[in-house]
T-cell receptor, first 110, second 116 residues
Framework: QKEVEQDPGPLSVPEGAIVSLNCTYS??????FMWYRQYSRKGPELLMY????GNKEDGRFTAQVDKSSKYISLFIRDSQPSDSATYLC??????????FGSGTKLNVKP | GAVVSQHPSRVICKSGTSVKIECRSL??????MFWYRQFPKQSLMLMAT?????????EQGVEKDKFLINHASLTLSTLTVTSAHPEDSSFYIC????????????FGDGTRLSIL
């Protein structure tokens, strides 16, 4: 079993839709959770960084962490064609070991 | 803040050439830097973790003599692909993390390496 599971998609939505991206994990020691956005031929860009359970909002993006279910989500409101990219979840506990999801490819159609 | 610069962005060279890739943290001190390889439509594959002033820790299956990593300062790490061959062609990405234990990684924009 992988440490982090993420549906690779692709996920295709119309412009303006609410997008829900998710990851599940197996290690209860994970405390810090991240979402990255990666455009084609570019490095991942940090979107959201959260600690432990709860919600965090930044503009059109909301990150949710449910440690009891070992489930994290990223919601994108009013999605735009410029949001089309691959979204990677990542998580870590104490120390330098990070675990990444395989990435979900999102396509927002105009 | 938290900008990581990676150069060059694109390299095309002949088989047998050694290629050096630089990764710099521009506005923070990076105690730890990571080097990844990414194949098309796949996720990141960690190659090695380097801490400033010490030897890099390589992941299983990564040849340390093939992929030389140097992290001589808190803002610079280099990856040298020695005697590169076509199978080394890939997208290489670095990331950096500050010395606070609960900080995320910040990534460079990657280097696309093509060995002819």
């Amino acid at each position: 079993q992988k440490e982090v599971e993420q549906d690779p998609g692709p996920l295709s939505v119309p412009e303006g839709a609410i997008v829900s991206l998710n990851c599940t994990y197996s290690n209860s020691a994970f405390q810090y959770f991240m979402w990255y956005r990666q455009y084609s031929r570019k490095g991942p860009e940090l979107l959201m960084y959260t600690y432990s359970s709860g919600n965090k909002e930044d503009g059109r993006f909301t990150a949710q962490v449910d440690k009891s279910s070992k489930y994290i989500s990223l919601f994108i409101r009013d999605s735009q064609p410029s949001d089309s990219a691959t979204y990677l979840c990542a998580m870590t506990g104490l120390g330098n070991k990070f675990y990444f999801g395989s990435g979900t490819k999102l396509n927002v159609k105009p | 803040g938290a900008v990581v610069s990676q150069h060059p962005s694109r390299v095309i060279c002949k088989s047998g050439t050694s290629v050096k890739i630089e990764c710099r943290s521009l506005d923070f001190q990076a105690t730890t830097m990571f080097w990844y390889r990414q194949f098309p439509k796949q996720s990141l594959m960690l190659m090695a973790t380097s801490n400033e002033g010490s030897k890099a820790t390589y992941e299983q299956g990564v040849e340390k003599d093939k992929f030389l990593i140097n992290h001589a300062s808190l803002t610079l790490s280099t990856l040298t692909v020695t005697s590169a061959h076509p199978e080394d062609s890939s997208f290489y990405i670095c990331s950096a993390r500050s010395d606070s234990s609960n900080q995320p990684q910040h990534f460079g924009d990657g280097t696309r390496l093509s060995i002819l």
